[in-house]
Structure formats: C-alpha cells, structure tokens
Nanobody
Framework: QVQLVESGGGLVQPGGSLRLSCAAS????????MSWYRQAPGKQRELVAA???????NYADFVKGRFTISRDNAKNTAYLQMNSLEPEDTAVYYC???????????????WGQGTQVTVSS
C-alpha cells in the first residue's frame, strides 16, 4: 500500500527547467521501482523514465539526455529533473511505484494524482 503525491509542476518557458518530486508513504519505498509517466491531451500515457530499487535507470527516447530520474530512499522521494523543456513536453506527469511480491505471485503498482507541466511562451 503506497500513497504518492507529485509536486513541482507549473508553467515554464521553452528552454527552462523544472524538478518534479514524488513523495511516497504507506510502505517500504526502497522496495519499489519508481517511474514517471506523462499524458498530453489527445495522447495516451507514456513512460518518461524509470529507476529500480538498485538505481538502474531507463529513459524514453524523446528525453534525449534532457531529463534525469533519481530517488532518495531516506526521504521516500523520487525526482524528475527536466532541463531544456520544449512545448512538446507539456503534459500531466504522473508518478508510479511498482513492486513484485513473490508471496502473492503478483505485481502491485500505485499512481499519484499527477502534476501539470506546461511549456509555453
């Protein structure tokens, strides 16, 4: 059982930077893989970046080195540092926590409420 709360979204100009935060509570944060997804109007939700409990990272191709995902297990928080933002990055960004529980032979995942990122002049 995990509760996720995103923050840090807002309106920025093209070329600007923004750091999103995802605060987790209710379970053992260090056991979960953390991911950021986004969904723009008229488009399906897509993976932006992911980080495993061990710190292995994966990024979508459109990131092109501009974004960095990180986590601080001591603070139960995941981050998405976004630089060189473009209008195409405008979307609602969602935090996801996922965990495989062998005893249940099942995976569990949880979603935050999302935070709006708008890149515009």
């Amino acid at each position: 059982q995990v509760q996720l709360v995103e923050s840090g979204g807002g309106l920025v100009q093209p070329g600007g930077s923004l750091r999103l935060s995802c605060a987790a509570s209710g379970s053992i944060f260090s056991l979960y893989a953390m991911s950021w997804y986004r969904q723009a109007p008229g488009k399906q939700r897509e993976l932006v970046a992911a980080i495993t409990p061990g710190g292995r990272r994966n990024y979508a191709d459109f990131v092109k080195g501009r974004f960095t995902i990180s986590r601080d297990n001591a603070k139960n928080t995941a981050y998405l540092q976004m630089n060189s933002l473009e209008p195409e990055d405008t979307a609602v960004y969602y935090c996801n926590a996922a965990r495989w529980v062998a005893a249940d032979s099942a995976s569990y995942d949880y979603w935050g409420q999302g935070t709006q990122v708008t890149v515009s002049s």
